[in-house]
């Protein structure tokens, strides 16, 4: 699911279909993902998988505190 930017606001818009609802995610969301992934353990054939996730999370989280 591909990412686009409108404006500081993260938007979520499924590849298949762009007709469908909009997901925003805001920074009290995407504040509370990154606590819940903080808190987890994951395997190690996990962690590469993690690590991006993470990153891509953080830059979102980044965005709507600076948006």
């Known amino acids: 699911m591909p990412l686009q930017s409108k ?3 993260r ?4 590849k298949e279909n ?3 609802e909009e997901v925003r995610l805001n920074a009290n969301d995407t504040d509370f ?3 819940l992934f ?3 353990t994951f395997k190690g054939s ?7 996730v993470l990153s891509k ?4 989280h980044r965005g709507n505190l600076n948006g």
């Open 38 to 40: 903080m808190e987890s």
């Open 46 to 52: 996990e962690i590469n998988k993690a690590h991006g």
């Open 7 to 9: 404006g500081g606001t």
């Open 11 to 14: 938007t979520l818009v499924p």
């Open 33 to 35: 993902i990154l606590k």
């Open 57 to 60: 999370l953080a830059i979102l």
């Open 18 to 20: 762009k007709e469908k």
